[in-house]
């Protein structure tokens, strides 16, 4: 006899929750540090929660899920999550996938949106649970080791910052992913975003690296940057790469990007990963220009809840 046990998140389970999360997926970047610091934080009307799946005591998956946040839509909702590979086909994820449609339910989802592996088993499992297929995104990844473009002279008026020097005031940063991510490829429009919790967010992840991450300024002002998350040994995330309208066209996130790969590997990375939608053919250009190579692919799936 297997038994199967759904419960909420507890410290305890974030190894294995992370574990499985990157199971397979070389290209994602999730300590257990993280896990718990997600699941001890909360946006504004997010009402997140997270479940794992035990089977016979063992935590073996987890599904992370809430009301998305930072947009005047109402009713989006989102679930996340994996099972370890040697436990799925047992059920694990079925029902933690009910676990959390119930949740989003109760706090008013109508449409739930999922991202799902882009392979066969994977999107047959979210087609015939009633999920339908949208949007590719691509992953791609580079070894550090290899070599880089040469740095180029800046134009004049740009200078290449890290984040720290904005720890005391991060607001302008703040004003630049405010912008941009209204533009950014996607079902629902990001258009209120806010201070307070991009604070306790963005700004606030433990794996954050504000040296790391780069902001470009045109004549003092803050333009563009971009967004680095790490393990702390040798793996880089790119999170997210922003330049304000205004000051589009100039190259100011390539100079952003290349400048933060250089300092990861001075700093020692090994490997750096990005993902990118795959209609948001300026960046894949600048990710294709900086040495990264396709890795992996995932797909949006969407599914009304409200019958």
Request: overall charge negative.
């Amino acid at each position: 006899m297997t038994t199967l046990t759904i419960r909420d998140f507890r410290p305890a389970d974030a190894g294995a929750a992370a574990a499985a999360h990157t199971a397979g997926r070389e290209h994602l970047l999730l300590t257990p540090e993280v896990f718990v610091w997600l699941n001890t934080r909360q946006a504004g009307g997010e009402h997140s929660r997270t479940f794992v799946a035990e089977l016979d005591g063992e935590v073996v998956g987890s599904i992370r899920c809430g009301v998305v946040t930072g947009t005047t839509t109402k009713g989006v909702g989102y679930a996340n999550g994996s099972v370890l590979p040697a436990y799925r086909g047992r059920g694990a994820f079925t029902a933690l996938l009910a676990a959390a449609e119930r949740h989003l339910v109760e706090h008013g989802v109508v449409e739930l949106h999922s991202w799902v592996d882009d392979r066969p088993e994977s999107l047959a499992f979210a087609a015939h649970r009633g999920f339908t297929e949208g949007r590719p995104a691509h992953f791609a990844g580079r070894d550090l080791t290899l070599p880089l473009p040469a740095a180029t002279a800046l134009p004049p008026g740009v200078g290449l910052r890290p984040a720290t020097d904005w720890v005391d005031d991060p607001y302008p940063v703040f004003l630049i992913e405010a912008d941009a991510i209204r533009d950014e490829p996607g079902e629902v429009e990001m258009d209120a975003a806010d201070y307070e919790d991009w604070l306790r967010g963005a700004w606030a992840r433990p794996d954050l690296d504000r040296e790391l991450t780069v902001v470009a300024v045109v004549n003092g002002e803050p333009a563009a940057f971009t967004a680095v998350q790490t393990d702390g040994a040798h793996r880089y995330w790119s999170a997210f790469t922003a330049c304000r309208r205004e000051f589009r066209g100039r190259g100011l996130s390539k100079l952003a990007k290349a400048e933060s790969l250089r300092r990861a590997r001075a700093a020692g990375y090994r490997w750096a990963y990005t993902s990118n939608d795959a209609t948001n053919a300026p960046m894949l250009a600048i990710n294709a220009w900086l040495g990264y190579e396709r890795c992996a692919s995932e797909r949006k799936f969407t599914k009304r809840l409200d019958g």
